[in-house]
């Protein structure tokens, strides 16, 4: 079991930048790919960012792709999305999430953190 706790939402004007921060407790960090999601009002979750279990390769949703950039660290059981130029469409809640090997996402979430980017 892994516990995920979010924090760095908050409002913010377009194009300007917020760096999200995802705190791992519970089992060995390095053992779960970590990943950002999130969901606006009325819509799906989506898929925003993931980074492998050694950090080496990360991956992007197109609409986020050159703008986010996600990254982990191993001494603070920590994730983080950095996130620039940001546009009203980013608008959603944050969910950070980790998969071991084999999973799938959904297993283990964190409880979200709300950005808003006022246009």
């Known amino acids: 079991q892994v516990q995920l706790v979010e924090s760095g939402g908050g409002l913010v004007q377009a194009g300007g930048s917020l760096r999200l921060s995802c705190a791992a407790s519970?089992?060995?960090?390095?053992?779960?790919?970590m990943g950002w999601f999130r969901q606006a009002p009325g819509k799906e979750r989506e898929f925003v960012a993931g980074?492998?279990?050694?950090?080496?390769?990360?991956y992007y949703a197109d609409s986020v792709k050159g703008r986010f950039t996600i990254s982990r660290d191993y001494g603070k059981n920590t994730v983080y999305l950095q996130m620039n130029s940001l546009k009203p469409g980013d608008t959603a809640v944050y969910y950070c999430?980790?998969?071991?090997?084999?999973?799938?996402?959904?297993?283990?979430w964190g409880q979200g953190t709300q950005v808003t980017v006022s246009s």
């Open positions: 519970g089992r060995t960090f390095n053992n779960y790919a």
């Open positions: 999430a980790a998969r071991q090997d084999g999973d799938n996402w959904g297993k283990y």
């Open positions: 980074i492998t279990r050694s950090g080496g390769n990360s």
